[in-house]
């Protein structure tokens, strides 16, 4: 999933400030799952904002709706009518959502109500961790399906470095070193001799570094 | 000879190297490095530049070597991969052969997150081990990573790191012998305060025959302080800090006396270990103390080739 971590209430405050009337606008897939922006993250962000407003005797009204993907075009159209009827969308969606809605409603002032963090899993209940770095050329099967580039600090295709201790990676002890866990499965399945092999240089073409990316599927399309 | 280096010329000699770090200033007066290499230019063979040491800008590396190298100091360039991409690794080292810099180092580089820029973007584009396997290519096959033609010679004599007391321990040699196949041609190591662990490390680099391929230096720190040696035991991952360092230098009158002095036992001892060329000491901000150190230790004069 992609996770998302609400912004801290003044930035909203501050940022929608002057927005008379606001709707703050929920994602029920991803920002639900990370708590930070479905449907009853948004009815307590709007009640937040509606006390705020009215401690500042400010005019104006904070709507609340939500729809299943923000990043999808038939779900945003959804709230076409109530967009239209808005100063602005506060959206709690992540950073794909946000952009889909601001493309949508070329004329409407779209606001992040979310930090996109990033692609990982829930580990436990409330607490979510990296896992994919999104490169567009995976190699998990050389790494024990463990990945370097999103979980070594130092992005390390040959690690661990010289900073690996206990376990732990040097720059946070609250982060396990990924080439640690990667030597231990390893170990565990009896292929360590694939840590033999010096992993190549990687082609970063695939990932952001080749430009923003687009997936097209002929066979898809209607 | 791959490079005709002094260093590699000695350590091919078959002679116990030294070498010392030279840390460039956090500014512009040439004065800094040409100090410390005047300083050390009749105790060592080579002094390594280091790369914005512990993420924290500083002169680049390659002016550094520049300084010493018209002094008629030998430089040992440090790259590290964190603050360039392959493009300016490449033209650095285009650059750095141009100005007659022969001793390259690969290395990670401490994390951003450690120095005076924490916000910066790291960049990682290649890892060390894919930066040695870069300066082979270019040297061996004159070749950019491209795969297009370089027009000149590339002589490098090729260093690397290796740090024997991280985790986990078993796979230490491993990386070495990955670094040693990569084309490292020397290894300056870690500092070392644990002997016996280095002992046990330098005995399976010797059972794998890599002993053989590759000169390995060992690395050393005096220390200067109780401080110090608390903080580098409590603080710095990958470094093994025994308990009675930290206590003798507590103990000590004279602390420095004391940090020279298990700085030489150490050196003592790892010089009668079978497969070390030689010595790298990382003096950091007490460089004025290595002249000693290399005198005490026996280890003068230096080769002259």
């Known amino acids: ?222 | 000879m791959k490079s005709g280096s002094n260093l590699e010329k000695i350590l091919a000699s078959g002679q116990f190297a030294v070498t010392a770090e030279c840390g460039p200033p956090k500014g512009t007066s040439a004065k800094v490095i040409q100090r410390k290499g005047e300083l050390l230019k009749f105790h060592c063979d080579a002094l390594n530049v280091t790369d914005n040491q512990t993420a924290i800008v500083r002169m680049s590396s390659l002016s550094g070597c520049v300084l010493l190298k018209q002094m008629g100091v030998e430089p040992v360039m440090q790259i590290v991969v964190r603050d360039r991409n392959r493009l300016a690794i490449q033209s650095d080292i285009l650059g750095a052969v141009a100005l007659g810099i022969r001793n390259v180092l690969c290395l990670s580089g401490d994390h951003q997150k450690f120095g005076n820029h924490p916000g910066a973007k790291g960049v990682y584009d290649i890892d060390s081990m894919q930066l040695i396997q870069t300066l082979k290519l270019m040297r061996d096959e004159k070749k950019f990573l491209s795969g297009e033609d370089i027009s000149g010679d590339v002589p490098l004599f090729i260093g690397a790191a290796a740090n024997p007391f991280a985790d986990p321990f078993e796979f230490r040699v491993v990386r070495l012998a990955k670094k040693v196949k990569a084309g490292a041609d020397f290894i300056q190591t870690q500092a070392i305060f644990d002997v016996p662990k280095f002992a046990r490390w330098m005995e399976m680099v010797r059972d794998r025959g890599l002993d053989k391929k590759v000169h390995i230096l060992a690395g050393v720190i005096p220390v200067k302080s109780v401080g110090m040696a608390r903080y580098m035991r409590n603080n710095v991952s990958g470094l093994s800090v025994p308990n009675e360092l930290v206590d003798r230098m507590a103990d000590a009158k004279d602390a420095r006396e004391e940090g020279v002095n298990t700085c030489l036992e150490i050196i003592e001892q790892i010089k009668e270990i079978d497969g070390v060329h030689g010595v790298h000491i990382m003096a950091v901000a007490w460089e004025d103390i290595v002249p000693a150190i290399v005198e005490k230790a026996g280890l003068m004069p230096r080769p002259v080739i």
């Not at chain 1, 971590?5 to 606001?22: A, D, H, P, S």
């Not at chain 1, 029920?28 to 449907?39: I, K, L, R, V, W």
């Not at chain 1, 396990?176 to 990667?182: G, T």
Request: with cysteine; hydrophobic share 40%; aromatic share 6%.
């Open chain 1, 1 to 222: 999933m992609i996770t998302t971590e609400q912004k801290k209430f003044e930035e909203i405050e501050q940022m929608t400030k002057g927005y008379n009337r606001l709707l703050v606008l929920g994602c029920e897939t991803c920002s639900a799952m990370s708590f930070a922006g479905g449907q009853r993250q948004v009815s307590e962000l709007a009640v937040a904002l509606r006390i705020a407003r009215k401690t500042a005797a400010q005019e104006g009204e904070v709507l609340e709706d939500a729809i299943a993907r923000q990043c999808e075009p038939e779900f945003v159209d959804l709230v076409m009518d109530i967009v239209a009827d808005c100063d602005a969308v506060l959206s709690l969606a992540c950073g794909a959502g946000v952009q889909m809605l601001a493309e949508r409603f070329p004329d409407k002032i779209i606001l992040p109500g979310c930090n996109t963090m990033f692609l990982g899993v829930t580990e436990e209940f409330g607490v979510w961790s990296e896992r994919c770095a999104g490169c567009g050329s995976c190699t998990l099967d050389k790494t024990g399906g463990l990945c370097p580039i999103a979980r070594c600090s130092k992005r390390l295709f040959n690690g661990p470095c010289g900073g690996s201790q206990n376990g732990k990676c040097e720059i946070n002890p609250d982060i396990a070193c990924v080439w640690q866990l990667i030597y231990d499965r390893l170990k565990g399945l009896n292929q360590l001799e694939k840590l033999q092999e010096i992993l190549p240089i990687k082609d970063w073409s695939n990932s952001f570094h080749g430009g923003t990316r687009k997936i097209v599927r002929e066979d898809l399309k209607l």
